[in-house]
């Protein structure tokens, strides 16, 4: 039997955690009051009352310290001079290795120490985002100087962001973060030579590493289950950790030997793929999976509590993270479900066979409701694929590290087992990219969440019998090859859609119907093959008229996308510009211009004429965006571009009202928006188009609230893929691919 005690304050004090950190410091101590009261309560009147003693304090800490973590980032100095976009010098140390963005920008994340601005200096330590142009050239532990404009931060968790005019080496890094990076620029060589698909897979499984990653494979993973595979989870640390244990155990390291070792390998590992988030929660479940070893199964729900309570105490904003909801879910399936049906499976299967098909199983059931109250579908596939490219992980990864400790040593040497590794590597991507092309791989749920998790627990029941009887499960394997093969087709793109947001990632493409197999298409997103296919799933074969609200690389760079193939007949833009293409037509637009194409209308709100845009950092772009009123069908669709709450509310100012059927929410529904402007909208859906796991936060928690407020019906390209909105008798409504 478990061990579960300790589940009660742990959930008790995930939910307080997550509720105080939107609600403000005043809810925490008022959580905190009540709890510290009713402890004493308790411990005055029933001595024996401990669990319930525990529950109420463990929600008293946490309360008490997220709340407080939450106000020091959004109250202190750092938040108040990002507010008034104050132009600042700070002295920092780097905390998350630098990410491009793009060819010529990159961002990363830093502990403030020091910030000088308006004559004064203060002395704390507050968390931002920078970022910088030119090539990245820091490594996390390194103590940097920066000049640049501070703005309001998306994210709950950081103060500000930085757009950096100036930065200056000032201190190396310590030793040990020293060694971790010289170690993972050693993996990346080590792994260089096996293919342009391995080398970048390989250092994503070992270190979590994918920034060479292209959006296809991105893309595959997702639809086929593996995407945790791609950053680092337990799954990573599990495999590192057994290995090191195996190895201990082979030089007779026994009994607290074991543990210490272990202890030494979750560190290691920390220090490796660095101390993120999803790093943090893999550590703690590879701490459960060690603490479960010493315990034995009984104690394994206790110490999953255990490593609950203790990530929230390290980072509060866990509670609120979908990937800590992940984690916990699939930690909890394998330790209550995976022994049971292990043992079943080995009275017919070789032991080794029976674990791998027990172990993502548990996991897969469950999450699956997790997932589907965040997406919207049900992965059908996600099972067969772990199944099918499990036994490749642990020897892709324990090479590719081993790789990176010769490379240390050897570069010509350390090649050869990259290569190795690299033949792992291939099979894991051909896995991925066959079962993601699958039609059948996921369906939209559109039934009640507690429906499906009812369903799951009746699956829970049922899988011991199928797994105890081998021609059930032949049986079950051959019915979902045929629905995978033959699937019912709904079809794409849904009769009558007059707009469809497509699922570029991050960034925006717009498509309006303009009759005839031609549209109008608003922005090009990042990546020019993710845009021409979802143009080649409508059937587009004309652009009349192709515009970029401003000159982003999240809403341009696609363009050729957009060209390859297709007859394009004018380019506009607004005042920051756009790619100019060589024989087509090319035109700025602002406020007062209107026109006709096909079935669709424009009419140009924002900016007015003469528009000068006020500098180059991103909100000034931001707010030079193109603002205009589609209408097709009768229906009207704003189309917002990047605009943030000075734009919006510039524009409420000029026009008084605005109303329209659909909004395409702006600059991907950050928490920056004018509520005064959504609510008078009037609109019945709003489309926000964001890539999923973004480092911006998009959409934010605050905007999706004042769109649900506002009684609009947020559609998140991240979570449901292209967006269709269908008006059809004059009826509207949204359908997902």
């Not at 920008?105 to 002395?123: I, K, M």
């Not at 968390?127 to 990245?136: D, K």
């Not at 996390?140 to 080496?169: I, K």
């Not at 995407?227 to 989870?233: D, I, K, R, Y």
Request: glycine share 10%.
């Amino acid at each position: 039997m478990h061990d579960l005690r300790l589940t009660a304050p742990a959930v008790s004090g995930w939910l307080v955690t997550a509720y105080v950190l939107n609600a403000g410091f005043a809810a925490a101590v008022a959580i905190t009051v009540f709890a510290v009261a009713a402890t004493a309560l308790l411990a005055l009147r029933r001595q024996q009352a401990r669990l319930l003693l525990l529950t109420f304090l463990v929600a008293a800490v946490l309360a008490l310290l997220g709340g407080a973590r939450a106000l020091v980032v959004s109250s202190g100095p750092v938040a108040g001079l990002a507010k008034g976009h104050a132009v600042v010098t700070v002295f920092a140390v780097v905390t998350k290795d630098p990410h491009a963005i793009s060819a010529r920008l990159y961002v990363f994340e830093a502990s403030v120490r020091q910030v000088e601005a308006h004559g004064r200096v203060y002395t704390l330590r507050s968390p931002i985002a920078v970022f910088a142009h030119g090539p990245a050239r820091f490594q996390v532990g390194e103590h940097v100087t920066a000049v640049g404009r501070l703005s309001p931060s998306d994210r709950p968790e950081t103060a500000a962001t930085m757009s950096a005019s100036r930065l200056d080496h000032r201190a190396s890094a310590a030793w040990w973060w020293d060694g971790s990076s010289r170690l993972r620029a050693a993996v990346v060589e080590s792994v260089s030579e096996s293919g342009a698909g391995p080398a970048a897979l390989l250092p994503a499984l070992v270190q979590g590493d994918d920034q060479k990653l292209s959006e296809r494979t991105r893309d595959d993973f997702r639809r086929s289950g593996l995407t945790h595979l791609l950053a680092v989870s337990g799954t990573n640390l599990t495999i590192v950790l057994v290995s090191v244990l195996l190895v201990g155990r082979a030089l007779r390291i026994r009994g607290r030997g074991q543990w210490v070792l272990g202890l030494l390998s979750v560190v290691g590992f920390i220090l490796l793929a660095r101390p993120d988030p999803s790093v943090l929660r893999a550590a703690g479940m590879g701490v459960v999976a060690l603490a479960a070893l010493g315990y034995g199964k009984s104690g394994g729900i206790r110490a999953l509590s255990c490593a609950v309570i203790g990530l929230l105490l390290i980072d509060p904003w866990l509670a609120r993270s979908v990937g800590f909801v992940l984690s916990v879910c699939a930690t909890a399936g394998i330790l209550l479900l995976a022994p049971r049906w292990t043992l079943v499976l080995s009275r017919w299967l070789p032991r080794w066979c029976a674990i791998a098909i027990a172990v993502p199983t548990a996991a897969q059931l469950a999450c699956t409701p997790v997932v589907a109250a965040i997406s919207g579908e049900v992965s059908l596939i996600a099972v067969v694929a772990n199944l099918l490219a499990g036994p490749a992980v642990a020897p892709a990864t324990i090479l590719g590290l081993v790789g990176g400790l010769v490379a240390l040593i050897s570069a010509s040497l350390s090649h050869l087992i990259g290569f190795a590794a690299g033949i792992f590597g291939r099979w894991i991507l051909a896995v991925g990219g066959f079962t993601a092309s699958m039609p059948g791989a996921s369906i939209v749920w559109g039934y009640s969440l507690w429906l499906l998790v009812l369903l799951c627990l009746l699956l829970i029941g049922a899988v011991s019998q199928v797994f105890a009887r081998p021609w059930m499960l032949a049986g079950l394997a051959m019915a979902l090859a045929v629905g995978f093969a033959r699937p019912p087709d709904r079809g794409w793109p849904p009769a009558d859609w007059i707009m469809v947001a497509c699922d570029v990632g991050q960034g925006d493409a717009t498509i309006l119907n303009a009759g005839g197999n031609s549209a109008v298409v608003v922005d090009a997103g990042p990546d020019e093959r993710l845009v021409d296919r979802c143009l080649n799933r409508l059937g587009v074969s004309k652009v009349p008229l192709l515009v970029f609200t401003h000159r982003h690389a999240d809403h341009i760079d696609g363009w050729p996308g957009v060209v390859e193939g297709r007859r394009v007949s004018a380019i506009a833009v607004g005042p920051s510009g756009g790619p100019a293409l060589s024989g087509l037509p090319y035109g700025h637009l602002a406020a007062g211009d209107s026109f006709v194409v096909g079935a669709v209308s424009l009419m140009v709100l924002a900016p007015e004429p003469g528009y000068v845009v006020a500098g180059t950092d991103g909100s000034a772009l931001n707010n030079s965006s193109l603002v205009m009123m589609a209408t097709i069908r009768g229906m009207r669709i704003l189309l917002s571009g990047d605009i943030e709450p000075e734009a919006q509310s510039a524009l409420l100012s000029q026009l008084s009202t605005v109303r329209a059927d659909v909004l395409k929410t702006p600059h991907h529904g950050s928490r920056h928006q004018d509520g005064e402007l959504i609510a008078g909208l009037g609109a019945r859906f709003a489309t926000i188009s964001a890539g999923r796991d973004n480092d911006y936060g998009h959409p934010a928690p605050a905007a999706l609230q004042l769109l649900r407020k506002s009684g609009i019906t947020p559609l998140r390209t991240d979570l449901r893929g292209d967006i269709a909105i269908v008006s059809r008798g004059g009826e509207l409504w949204a359908e997902t691919r």
